[in-house]
């Protein structure tokens, strides 16, 4: 990542950046991102599409398929794209998910067998899955200090935004036509992404530091005095190569690793996933006096509004009192989600029909500010630099798992149970999570690593990880 050191403030206003080729970097490559979203919530537009028209059928069953093969796929790649990202290079990795991602769409949108959807959506999760590690690696790595958490941020806007995109394609009501609109990002990367310079970090790396030079000068501006951010990238990659650790090294470090796979288990028990892939359906059963296809729409503006503002809100309060508020409230909105469903075939709520849309709303609002960025921003804050990365790809791969195992199972429950009974589920699980947080969960907000690290294992212990 690139470093800039104290001493280089006073340069860097003498010498101003030039920030807009960081920004434009940033947005073409979290198109990637923007794709990711369309992935996650077509099956909410799709879905309902099948069997009508004169397209093949789709059972309940293989429509949990369809929708779980994305994070199913994910699984395996991303540990191996953290490790083909430094071999080859940040572009080019991301350039080489792209191509998956822009040809996935058009297997969909003209595919004569669910097995073509099946396997398109299988690749396209492995795509997915290597685009969520590679991208976030590389904007960070292009950006200067004083930006970098703005830019930092973008790539989850980014997944926001696809959402929304792919729910309002619903209003075409036609397979074909939703999925071309959605191939269109991954178009705009495939044809842009060529013109963007690789990370000076991962050229830094390499031991070609002429071209991280240039490469800097593009990011920072022809006049911008590099030397000593280049100085810095020598020296930090120097500290990684000697402190490189790996997936097995997670072991000295058992009480962070339960912190932050046990909030990745909590965020995606709470339900989050099965809201997004099946909201379509969700209103459709709810009888909303709104479309489903509107209030779907509704729901995906207000998670991009509300993934927009959580980056002040995160910096200005505590990362465990948003954490336990976060928690609280998902679990009642479930818990309202369920007693509207479990009332709805003895009583006429017609005129409460609203229930579902602003309980929908609160969900994605409260987790798009508390367990949807904080669990990830936890692993950062809760690991030494050295062991960051290998912290990164376990639970990376926990997050994918369990997305997977959460989006193929609640037809099963619903099947099992019904509706109601699985709202309630993911609420009961929403207050377990609460008391985890509460007894678990140190504060980390305007603390060091050190001081984070003797809270977690006393100062004897801290002085061996650092």
């Not at 100085?231 to 470090?253: C, H, P, R, V």
């Not at 509107?294 to 503002?309: E, H, N, R, W």
């Not at 990830?376 to 376990?394: D, H, P, Q, R, Y």
């Not at 997305?403 to 037809?411: G, R, S």
């Amino acid at each position: 990542m690139a470093l800039i050191t104290q001493n280089d403030e006073g340069s860097s206003c003498a010498q101003p950046t030039s920030k807009y080729t960081q920004y434009v970097g940033v947005l073409v490559a979290t198109l990637a991102a923007f794709s990711i979203g369309t992935y996650l919530s077509w099956t909410s537009s799709a879905l309902p599409l099948y069997n009508k028209n004169g397209t093949f059928s789709v059972s309940d069953q293989e429509g949990s398929w369809i929708s779980s093969l994305v994070p199913l796929g994910a699984i395996p790649i991303t540990v191996p794209a953290g490790i083909l990202a430094d071999k080859f290079g940040r572009k080019k990795a991301i350039w080489a998910t792209t191509v998956p991602l822009f040809f996935c769409w058009y297997i969909i949108a003209f595919a004569q067998s669910k097995i073509w959807v099946f396997l398109a959506r299988f690749v396209a999760g492995a795509a997915c899955g290597a685009a969520s590690v590679v991208v976030p690696m590389f904007t960070s790595e292009i950006a200067e200090q004083s930006i970098r958490g703005l830019l930092g941020t973008i790539f989850q806007l980014q997944i926001t935004a696809g959402i929304l995109f792919a729910y309002a394609t619903a209003f075409t009501n036609s397979l074909h036509v939703i999925a071309i609109l959605c191939s269109v990002a991954p178009a705009l990367l495939l044809i842009s992404f060529p013109f963007i310079p690789e990370s000076p970090a991962w050229l830094v790396m390499q031991g070609r530091k002429n071209d991280a030079n240039d490469v800097l000068k593009y990011y920072r501006g022809a006049h911008y005095r590099i030397e000593t951010e280049l100085t810095g990238l020598e020296l930090q990659a120097s500290e990684m190569q000697e402190a490189k650790a790996s997936i097995l090294d997670l072991k000295n470090y058992r009480k962070a690793i339960c912190i932050t796979l046990g909030l990745m288990v909590f965020q995606q028990l709470s339900g989050v996933n099965t809201l997004i892939f099946y909201a379509k359906k969700i209103f459709d059963d709810a009888g909303s006096t709104l479309s489903s296809t509107m209030s779907s729409v509704i729901v995906g503006l207000v998670q991009v509004i509300a993934t927009y503002f959580s980056t002040v809100m995160i910096e200005r309060t505590g990362r465990k009192l948003l954490l336990f508020i976060s928690g609280s409230v998902m679990s009642a909105c479930m818990f309202t989600l369920s007693g509207y469903f479990h009332f709805q075939n003895s009583h006429d709520l017609t005129s409460v029909s609203w229930i579902p849309l602003l309980s929908f709303a609160i969900f994605i609002i409260i987790f798009s500010i508390g367990f949807g960025p904080i669990p990830w921003l936890m692993v950062g804050e809760l690991f030494t630099n050295n062991i960051k990365s290998a912290a990164s790809a376990a639970t990376a791969t926990c997050n994918w798992t369990l997305a997977f195992l959460v989006t193929k199972c609640f037809q099963d429950m619903v099947d099992l149970m019904g509706i109601s009974s699985s709202f309630a589920t993911f609420g009961l699980i929403g207050l377990v999570g609460t008391v985890f947080i509460s007894t678990m969960v140190p504060e980390t907000k305007g603390k060091s690593i050190e001081e984070v690290q003797i809270e977690l294992y006393g100062i004897e212990s801290q002085q061996s990880r650092l």
